[in-house]
Every structure is written in C-alpha cells, then in structure tokens.
C-alpha cells in the first residue's frame, strides 16, 4: 500500500514537473527567432509603484545626473542624452554604454521607457537591452501592441528564453526589470562547468525563471560559451531607437 502510494506521489511529482519545465525550458524545440513559437500570454502589470530607491548595499550606477559611471564600448565618454526627470536617452547611431565597473553575480534594477509616439514595428520598435557581462542581453523592447518572434519580445532571454508572460506597460510608460544573475564559471582549462543564470522580473512579474543561457546571446545564432574574466562590464544597446533608462542600481552578490 505504502509503495503504491509513493509511485503515485512520483507520478504526480513528474507530470507538474514536466508541466513547468514545459513553459520555459523548451527551447531545444524551436528554431531560434521562430514565428511560430508561442509569444508569451498578455498579463496586465498592477498599479505603477517606480522610482525603486537603491537599497543601502546598492552601487548606483544612475540616478539621472550624470553618466560618470559609464563609457562608450572604446572606454570614451558615453555619449547618451541626460533629458531631465532623472532620466537618459539612447543618442542613436553613438553605440552601446557599459558601466567602467565589472560585475559578475548581481541583482540589478533598470528602470527603462519606450519612445512615445512609438514608431516601427516588430524588431525595429522601441528596441534597446540590458547586456549582463556584456554579454547575455535580456531584450528591452516596445511590446506593447507589437508583435515579434517569441525569443525576441521585451524581457526575453534574446534569441534563447521568451518571457513567460508578456507584462508591457505602454510607450511613454516607466517600466522596470530586476535581474537576478549568475555567470557562469569555467575550469582551469576554460572547460564550462556551470551556465550561467537569470531569474528577472517585468513590472514586478516573474518573466523569466531560473533559466540557463546556452551561451551569450546573439542574432541568428547561438555561440557557446568562452571562457573569460570572471567581472565584465553591464552594457546598454543603441539599437538605433530614443529609449529611456532611469533609476539604474546593482548590487553585487559576490562581496556578499
Ligand atoms: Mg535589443
């Protein structure tokens, strides 16, 4: 009677298990950037709460009055537009922004807004990104009302992880991600010995959890993982596109 019952429990245990893994872990079974992948349901976010204040253990990296802390991807000035309102914009066609600072293991808040009317569609819409490492980019897009491909819409894992629920605010609305992150770690031959991983979420939703990176993120292709330093900087991406950032802090849970 007991083994019985403990069969069951196992049975029952597998299937939730299979069932949760399946809403996220699934990636080996699309091609990447595919169309027909399923987008991510529509959750509507609750009421906006931002700015978050930095804990007291957070390095500010932006609180909209200067951009000391970060530089252009030759190590120059960044050249981002301060705008007010303790805000920065995107000065398109200048190139992405990375922090001087590297960090590996963190916890990073970004406040961040879609242009306001929006303009373009699909990939070409309010398309910017939050570069972990420089690295591993978690899509910062306008997916309010815009259809893309699944592995590419705002809070994806870009090209690997959709977001399990689409939580969008509008263009012109403040929107916030907290990242969970965890490098990855190779051995003294620059052998993988474990991916690194992302746990975000959208507005206060959780879109992405737990998830493994199969490698750096990238267009049309997957590359594998490459051993490096252990601390890179956090970058921003100009896609060509006038999105906001605000608000944006971290704090390193490797000096914890
Ligand atoms: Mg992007």
């Keep these: 009677m007991k083994r019985t019952f403990d069969i069951s429990a196992v049975l029952i245990a597998s299937v939730l298990f299979s069932s949760a893994v399946a809403a996220q872990q699934s990636m080996s079974d699309w091609p990447q950037h595919s169309r027909e992948r399923p987008v991510a349901p529509i959750v509507?976010?609750?009421?906006?709460?931002?700015?978050?204040?930095?804990?007291?253990?957070?390095?500010?990296?932006?609180?909209?009055?200067?951009?000391?802390?970060?530089?252009?991807?030759?190590?120059?000035?960044?050249?981002?537009?301060?705008?007010?309102?303790?805000?920065?914009?995107?000065?398109?066609?200048?190139?992405?922004?990375?922090?001087?600072?590297?960090?590996?293991?963190?916890?990073?808040?970004?406040?961040?807004m879609s242009p306001n009317p929006p303009k373009g569609k699909d990939q070409d819409r309010g398309n910017s990104g939050v570069f972990l490492?420089?690295?591993?980019?978690?899509?910062?897009?306008?997916?309010?009302?815009?259809?893309?491909?699944?592995?590419?819409?705002?809070?994806?894992?870009?090209?690997?992880?959709?977001?399990?629920?689409?939580?969008?605010?509008?263009?012109?609305?403040?929107?916030?991600?907290?990242?969970?992150?965890?490098?990855?770690?190779?051995?003294?031959?620059?052998?993988?010995?474990?991916?690194?991983?992302?746990?975000?979420?959208?507005?206060?939703?959780?879109v992405q959890d737990d998830v493994e990176p199969v490698g750096p993120t990238a267009n049309m292709r997957r590359p594998p993982y490459e051993a490096g330093p252990d601390r890179l900087p956090l970058g921003l991406q100009d896609h060509e596109h006038p999105v906001r950032f605000r608000n944006i802090w971290i704090r390193d849970l490797e000096k914890h």
């Design 44 to 112: 509507t976010p609750g009421a906006p709460a931002l700015p978050v204040p930095p804990p007291s253990d957070a390095i500010v990296l932006f609180d909209g009055t200067s951009l000391a802390k970060w530089e252009d991807s030759k190590g120059a000035p960044a050249k981002w537009k301060l705008i007010g309102g303790g805000a920065m914009e995107v000065a398109p066609g200048t190139g992405r922004i990375q922090t001087h600072d590297g960090f590996g293991d963190a916890q990073l808040h970004v406040e961040w």
């Design 133 to 206: 490492m420089g690295k591993f980019e978690v899509q910062v897009l306008d997916s309010y009302d815009n259809i893309t491909y699944a592995d590419g819409q705002a809070a994806s894992i870009y090209g690997q992880y959709p977001p399990l629920v689409n939580v969008s605010r509008k263009p012109g609305e403040w929107q916030s991600y907290d990242i969970v992150f965890h490098r990855p770690h190779f051995d003294a031959a620059g052998k993988l010995t474990k991916p690194a991983r992302f746990t975000v979420f959208h507005n206060g939703v959780l």
